[in-house]
C-alpha cells in the first residue's frame, strides 16, 4: 500500500462548494461504483441497513434545494454560525470563506447534476446515546467512504444536513419511508480548478487527551 497516496487522499478530501462543476453530466455508473466501495465500510452488528437514495430529477433536485434554502437561511442568522475565536486559531480566518461557500451552495444547490442522500434503518431520535451511535456509526463510516471515493475519482462533493429541518417533506419527496432516518445530502460533482491541499486545522495537541481529558503530551 502505497501510504503517500493514501495520506494524500485523506488530507486532500475537502468540502467542495464552489468549485462543483454543475455543467458537466456524472455518469450514473461513476455514483454506482463509489456506493459500492461504500457499501465495504464497517456497519454495527452487520446490519448492512443503509440506503442511498440518488436524485438525478430536475425538479426533486430544486424541491431539495427549496427546503435546504430555507433551513439555511434560518441557520446563517443564527448567532452560533458565527463564533469567536482567538486570532491565532485557523478557524478565525477560515470562518467568513465558509460562509461564503455555504451560501453560494445554497444559491446553487439545484444546480448540482447529482443528489446523494445516505439512509438508515431505524428511528433513533427519542433514545438514548448508546443507541444514538449505534445507528449513525452503521451508516456514517460509509458515507465518508462514498466521499473518498468521489474524490479519488475527481468529483466533489459537501456533508450537508440542513434539509434535516425539514426531513418529513424530503421523505415524501423521495418515497422514503417513516422507519428510515436521513442521515445527510451530498451534492455531487466533478469539480473545476487542480486538486485540494491539506486544511489548516487546529493543532493535533490541543485535541488529544491521554488517558484522561486534559492530560497532554508534547
Known amino acids: 500500500m502505497d501510504l503517500a497516496t493514501v495520506d ?11 468549485r462543483l462543476d454543475c455543467r458537466r453530466p456524472v455518469p450514473l455508473e461513476v455514483v454506482r461504483r463509489c456506493i459500492e466501495i461504500a457499501l465495504q465500510a464497517p456497519t454495527g452488528s452487520n446490519m448492512q441497513n443503509w440506503h442511498f437514495v440518488v ?7 430544486r424541491a431539495l434545494a427549496d427546503l435546504y434554502r430555507a433551513a439555511f437561511a434560518a441557520y446563517v442568522g443564527d448567532p452560533a454560525m458565527h463564533p469567536t475565536y482567538p486570532a491565532d486559531d485557523p478557524r478565525s480566518s477560515q ?15 439545484h444546480e448540482v447534476p447529482v ?7 431505524g428511528r433513533v ?14 451508516i456514517l ?4 467512504s462514498f466521499m ?10 459537501a456533508w ?8 418529513q417533506e424530503a421523505a415524501t419527496l423521495l418515497g422514503i419511508p417513516g422507519h428510515v432516518t436521513q442521515t445527510a445530502l451530498l451534492p455531487v460533482a466533478y469539480f473545476t480548478g487542480a486538486g485540494f491541499k491539506p486544511a489548516r486545522r487546529v493543532a493535533s495537541e490541543r485535541t488529544m487527551h491521554w488517558d484522561a481529558w486534559g492530560t497532554h503530551r508534547g
Not at 8 to 18: A, E, G, P, Q
Not at 115 to 121: D, F, K
Open 95 to 109: 470562518l467568513p470563506r465558509i460562509i461564503d461557500s455555504a451560501t453560494y451552495l445554497a444559491e446553487h444547490l
Open 8 to 18: 494524500h487522499l485523506l488530507t486532500t478530501t475537502r468540502s467542495v462548494r464552489k
Open 115 to 121: 443528489h446523494v442522500i445516505p439512509c438508515v434503518e
Open 141 to 144: 463510516p460509509a458515507v465518508w
Open 160 to 167: 450537508t444536513t440542513l434539509h434535516l429541518f425539514a426531513e
Open 125 to 138: 431520535e427519542h433514545a438514548g446515546v448508546a443507541a444514538q451511535a449505534a445507528i449513525y456509526g452503521s
Open 55 to 61: 436524485v438525478t430529477d430536475a425538479a426533486k433536485r
Open 148 to 157: 473518498l471515493a468521489a474524490r479519488a475519482r475527481g468529483l466533489g462533493t
